[in-house]
């Protein structure tokens, strides 16, 4: 190679390096003209993807109970999008759950020819539960488990408001088909241990709440629960520690017995350490 040439070679490569420093760098350049800097683009985001989004987040809020920032991201949402199946129930379980069961249950009307019938069903009936109409909650939950047969938390539902009723057989029928559905959730187990305090059977109630490992909160409120429901009073000893109980001025759950039955929230109240079979 001539001296010429490997001259040549040299500012060649000089150059394509002060290129690539003032692209990456921006500082080792000496080369006399400015970079061309082009922005890169934008992601876009569909509308059909953000309004997706926008349901997920109500999802979550729901999840959390954050009921009242729900139904204000509804209102938000309807400003953009329309109103859909899914947006009344989001806004049916929202209103239940702040304390309006007159909107909640017209919302809740609305989804019981759609797909999300058995939802609708649900919500109902628990509105009835809240309302003391036992009767009514229970048709109601047996028509949202004929719409959705393997819904565990309307199985279970539909069985704490029959063993309110004294409707023994629908009772034990439903809990264990929601416990062999949902065998880690604590809320189905601890009405089934309900059910068998209720029954007379406190051994197998025990077992119950051992092999799922219970609190010594949780398993006194069962059996607080079914003291009041037979009518036996509550002695001093089974009431939680000062800890356990709730603070003045809290705002209490809008369902009756939180812990045991289904909430408008997904998530369970708590698993068990290992599933356990219906006894």
């Not at 409120?221 to 709730?246: F, K, L, W, Y």
Request: proline share 7%.
């Amino acid at each position: 190679m001539t001296a010429w040439n490997r001259v040549r070679g040299i500012r060649h490569l000089s150059g394509g390096v002060a290129a690539f420093c003032v692209l990456a760098a921006g500082g080792c350049a000496t080369h006399p003209s400015a970079p061309v800097v082009t922005n890169a683009p934008e992601p876009k985001v569909s509308s059909s993807n953000l309004r997706g989004l926008s349901l997920q987040l109500i999802q979550k809020m729901e999840a959390e109970q954050k009921w009242y920032a729900a139904i204000s991201y509804l209102d938000r949402y309807l400003k953009e999008w329309p109103a859909s199946d899914q947006t009344d129930l989001l806004r049916a379980r929202a209103l239940a759950a702040t304390g309006e069961p007159a909107q909640a249950e017209r919302y809740f009307q609305r989804v019981l020819h759609t797909p999300l019938a058995a939802q609708g069903y649900q919500g109902l009936g628990l509105i009835a539960a809240r309302g003391g109409d036992v009767t009514r909650a229970i048709r109601l939950f047996q028509r949202a488990t004929r719409e959705d047969p393997t819904n565990a938390g309307i199985l279970n539902d539909l069985g704490y408001a029959a063993l309110q009723g004294k409707n023994w057989d629908v009772a034990r029928n439903a809990l264990f088909r929601a416990g062999e559905l949902a065998p880690q959730d604590e809320r189905v187990w601890s009405n089934i241990a309900l059910y068998y305090l209720l029954r007379g059977d406190g051994f197998r109630a025990q077992q119950i709440m051992g092999a799922h490992h219970f609190s010594w909160a949780v398993s006194q409120r069962i059996r607080r629960e079914a003291n009041q429901m037979t009518g036996v009073p509550t002695s001093a000893g089974d009431h939680p520690p000062a800890a356990a109980t709730a603070p003045s001025g809290a705002v209490m759950p809008a369902f009756p017995n939180p812990p045991l039955t289904q909430l408008f929230s997904s998530g369970n109240a708590g698993p068990a350490t290992e599933p356990r079979s219906v006894p």
